[in-house]
């Protein structure tokens, strides 16, 4: 148990000071988390309007900062090129969600096409009957995102890695209001990079 804990406590660390330089990014984080939150609630009654939230809120806020607020030049924090950062994330690198943004942005079309999504639902009647399964729809992306993954640092690291990896993410909105709730305050005083002098 010790083990597991230190390494999800490597893994958060290197997360937030690899990829979390920017406070437009923090803010958008601490978006993103308290919607996923949100959506935690919701999947006990809405699993469907709960993935809504979860991709139209908190994974568009999420990765649009990674993508456009983000410095990509080298990290002179960590001492570290951002191809380096690139090559050694565990979870998914901009690559990687590129791909898993291509998925989910395609899966509208898909449902259009084939509405029942080739025997997995009802066929949708209605735009209201469409927002639900396409809800489910990328309720099974999610999922289907974090096995995948998991199931790759299995191969590619260890068993206790994808299982940390995993642990990490489902736990990420809790952690991230708790390590950026402060970061809109330091946007408002015109701070746009965190100095994470007092880090360690």
Same mark, same amino acid.
């Given at each position: 148990?010790?083990?597991?804990?230190?390494?999800?406590?490597?893994?958060?660390?290197?997360?937030?000071?690899?990829?979390?330089?920017?406070?437009?990014?923090?803010? *958008?984080?601490?978006?993103?988390?308290?919607?996923?939150?949100? #959506?935690?609630? *919701?999947?006990? #009654?809405?699993?469907?309007?709960?993935? *809504?939230?979860? %991709?139209?809120?908190?994974?568009?806020?999420?990765?649009?900062?990674?993508?456009?607020?983000?410095?990509?030049?080298?990290?002179?924090?960590?001492?570290?090129?951002?191809?380096?950062?690139?090559?050694?994330?565990?979870?998914?690198? !901009?690559?990687?969600?590129?791909?898993?943004?291509?998925? %989910?942005?395609?899966?509208?079309?898909?449902?259009?096409?084939?509405?029942?999504?080739? =025997?997995?639902?009802?066929?949708?009647? =209605?735009?209201? =009957?469409?927002?639900?399964?396409?809800?489910?729809?990328?309720?099974?992306?999610?999922? =289907?995102?974090?096995?995948?993954?998991?199931?790759? !640092?299995?191969?590619?690291?260890?068993?206790?890695?994808?299982?940390? %990896?995993?642990?990490?993410?489902?736990?990420?909105?809790?952690?991230?209001?708790?390590?950026?709730?402060?970061?809109?305050?330091?946007?408002?005083?015109?701070?746009?990079?965190?100095?994470?002098?007092?880090?360690?």
């Amino acid at each position: 148990m010790q083990s597991f804990m230190h390494a999800l406590y490597v893994q958060r660390w290197d997360d937030h000071r690899y990829y979390h330089h920017s406070r437009i990014n923090q803010t *958008l984080h601490l978006i993103s988390a308290c919607s996923f939150l949100l #959506s935690y609630v *919701l999947l006990f #009654s809405d699993p469907a309007a709960a993935a *809504l939230v979860a %991709w139209l809120v908190s994974m568009i806020s999420r990765q649009s900062g990674h993508f456009f607020f983000e410095p990509k030049g080298y990290d002179y924090v960590n001492k570290a090129t951002h191809e380096h950062k690139e090559d050694i994330k565990v979870g998914y690198n !901009l690559r990687r969600k590129v791909i898993l943004m291509v998925i %989910w942005a395609m899966s509208p079309v898909m449902l259009m096409i084939e509405p029942s999504f080739f =025997g997995l639902f009802e066929p949708y009647r =209605g735009l209201a =009957g469409f927002a639900h399964n396409l809800g489910l729809l990328w309720l099974y992306v999610g999922i =289907g995102g974090l096995l995948f993954r998991t199931i790759h !640092l299995f191969f590619i690291k260890d068993f206790q890695t994808g299982i940390v %990896w995993l642990t990490k993410i489902i736990t990420d909105p809790f952690h991230d209001v708790k390590l950026y709730y402060r970061a809109p305050l330091y946007l408002l005083r015109g701070e746009l990079i965190d100095p994470m002098h007092a880090q360690h």
